[in-house]
Structures are given as structure tokens and as C-alpha cells.
């Protein structure tokens, strides 16, 4: 091989190289889309204002505890109870959730979770770390992490079904972290096909809807996670004979961002 086709082949595959980097840190990019999460799939990747989110579920057998007491310093956690009863220790604090309920967890506060009951648990755990620093005083500061029983919520009747509000506030990760649920009565829709320049997670708890994404229409079940990219038009529809619920999560740039 003469030195100018050595020199021509090296710039290929340099070129080469480079192009499947590009091609591999593009496809780590999460797309709007449904996920399902169950034992066998999970959702992992980056977006826009995440460097990692990962939406997985774990099944705790009974006496069984996850782990000891630990600390993550370097993402939030929202966890909701699938099925049965989760003993959650959070710093000092122990309290029991069941079916429905939800938990924040904000960045250097110590947990462990445990299963003090004769059936099995079962839990999805949706982990944050945002593009930007962490700063655990800010989420301390305004109310720390929480846990919240699904049948302690405040509920509010809605002419399609209900909303419960779980909390609106900054955190460890965000300036503005927001979380409801939502029910929606039979063939409702949850409101008219709408975009915002927050990125936004709905997790489908029961029931079965048609998701709109853009210009697709897809079927979801339950334990399904769907993710909206910024300013991508989406709205849901249920389609069971039975209300349908969902959380509703989205994160902002600042306190003040609508």
C-alpha cells in the first residue's frame, strides 16, 4: 500500500469512527414515545435537559429488604408502588405505601425499602440526574423529600374524572419539579392535542388509552411510560370501559416557567 492510499484509508476510517460516535451518542437520546416497564424492559438514556433517566420496576419478595441505608448524591429518585405494601425509610422517617401511592426522593437523603408484609411488592423507580448541577440545600430547602399514600391525596373532581396534585416545587435536580395524577372517565380525552418546551414523563398506573404523539396514534397499557420531547403536539384519549389513571410529570427551567 503507497503512503497516500495509507494516508486515504486512515482518513476513512477516522471518518468512520467519527460518524458512528455521532450515530451512538444520538441514539442514547431518549425519543417521545411509550415505553413499557416491566421485569424484562426498562428505559434508559439522556434528553435535553437529563443527563440520565432510567425507569425501571423491582419486586421485593416478603421480609426482604432492598438495600442498607444509602445516600445518592448524584440523582433524584420517584418511586410508585405497583402492587402491595412498601415499608419506605427516608433519613428518619418510615411509613408504609400502597398500591398507587408515590414517593420523592431527593438527592443525599439516606433510603432503604422493605417489605414487612406475607405477599409480594412490586415498584417502579423513575431516576433523575439533570444536565445541570446538582444543588441538594435548594431541595432541602423547600420541603425535602416526601411520601405520599395514594388514599391520602387530595383529590379533585374534575368534569372527566379527577386530579391529585402531589406536589409543585423545586428540588435537588430542578428549579421547578411538578407531579399530579390524573383520572380519566371512559372515552375521555384529556385535553386537546397541546406542545410546551418542557420535556414531560406520563406513566399509565390503569386502564388502557390511545396516545397521540405528533402524528402518531398509539395503544398504551398499563405500566407503560411515555415520554414527550419539547414542543411535540400530544394528548391521550382513554379507550377502556373503565376510568384510566396516570401520573403527570414534568420538570422547568425556572420557578416562574409555565
Known sequence: MTHCALRRFFVLAFCLICIMTALKA???YIRSGVYPIDATKKLQGKTSSLAILNIHTSTLAPGKTNHAPRALMDREELLIVKEGLLTLKINDSIKVLGSGSIALIIAGDNQSFSNNSDKPV???VIGFTAASP???NRGRNNGGSLMKDWNDLTVKKTNKGESRPVFD???SMFERFEVHATTLNAGQESHAAHTHPQE???FLMKGNVS???AMDTLNV???AAIFIRPDIPHNLTNTGTEPCSYYAIKWYGSVAEK
Do not use: C, F, L, T
Request: glycine share 10%; hydrophobic share 30%.
Open 26 to 28: 444520538q441514539s442514547d
Open 122 to 124: 412490586s415498584y417502579y
Open 134 to 136: 446538582v444543588n441538594i
Open 169 to 171: 416545587r423545586p428540588s
Open 200 to 202: 414531560e414523563i406520563m
Open 211 to 213: 396516545m397521540h404523539i
Open 221 to 223: 397499557g398499563e405500566g
